[in-house]
């Protein structure tokens, strides 16, 4: 791991005493994507990962190729746009003695105080640090893959630092990935095709809540065929478990219970 003298030190011009490159004010930049390396090792499983000079950096990652995601695969120029909003996000709640708490989101294009931020590329990561010194509060945030493991790994780590030594500050964090997708086939292009993955996406939270099913899967398959069809596996799984009220006598599946269930949007 990188010391913290590593990766707050520069070193020669543009390069820390890590030897990776630094971008100052990278979100002031234009923009740019590239990937963090996605082989990993000898006996590594490989996982792609792609990120842009906006917001928290990375945008998407998954497995094998675009159409199996985990954090949905994006153009560059959606990217651009998106990250920000889609990406991971921190949310802080600064607390400093007698003084009203403050809110604050690192990384966001619209904050009140003004900030110093810096991205850092390396051989097989990306960090990015947020300097708000008018809530003497600083946001490092570093990507790396994981080689020679026997799965797939991509790995976040983030840290929040009180730069103010005169004084003690109480936080409260709200951090994560703003939205993520199971690693599945897309849907075809264009709004039949959203359409369709907002329907399986919104029938199966349905069918968790109803039926306290812990699952992170689609219950339609949403490759890009002539006709739409049921994951036969999931579908099967969920009717062996529906209760009574959503389907027939005995507890099954079946058209009139689907319907029910998109009838039902107060229950979510």
């Known amino acids: 791991m990188r010391s913290r003298a590593d ?22 930049s234009k923009p740019f994507a590239s990937f963090l390396p996605s082989v ?11 990120y842009v000079n906006r917001g928290q950096a990375i945008t998407s990652f998954g497995l094998a190729n675009k159409d199996g995601p985990i954090s949905q695969f994006k153009s ?37 105080h003004a900030v110093h931020r810096d991205m850092a590329v390396g051989m097989n990561e990306v960090a990015i640090v947020d300097k708000n010194t008018a809530l003497g509060v600083q946001t490092d945030v ?14 976040r780590r983030a840290t929040f630092t009180n730069t ?14 703003a939205q993520a997708l199971q690693a599945c086939a897309l ?9 369709e993955l907002q329907e399986a996406l919104w029938v199966e939270l349905l069918l968790r809540y109803l039926c306290r099913i812990n699952r992170f899967a689609l ?13 036969a596996a999931c ?28 009838d039902r949007k107060s229950v979510v």
């Open 7 to 28: 990766t707050e030190t520069i070193g020669t011009p543009n390069f820390d005493k890590a030897g990776r490159y630094v971008l100052t004010d990278y979100d002031q």
């Open 40 to 50: 990993n090792g000898k006996y590594g499983m490989p996982m792609w990962s792609f």
């Open 76 to 112: 560059a120029t959606r990217a651009y746009q998106e990250t920000e909003y889609t990406g991971f996000r921190s949310f802080l709640k600064i607390g400093r003695g007698d003084k009203p708490a403050s809110l604050y989101e690192p990384f966001s294009s619209v904050a009140k």
């Open 142 to 155: 570093t990507y790396f893959t994981m080689p020679d493991t026997d799965y797939p790994a991509f790995v």
């Open 164 to 177: 103010d030594e005169s004084e003690s500050v109480s936080l409260e964090v709200l951090d994560g990935i």
């Open 187 to 195: 849907p075809p292009a264009g709004a039949a095709g959203e359409a």
């Open 219 to 231: 219950t339609l398959d949403l490759a890009d065929k002539g006709t739409m069809q049921t994951l």
């Open 235 to 262: 579908f099967d799984a969920l009717q062996r478990t529906a209760p009574a009220e959503v389907g027939s006598s005995e507890g099954r599946l079946d058209g009139t219970a689907l319907g029910t269930l998109r």
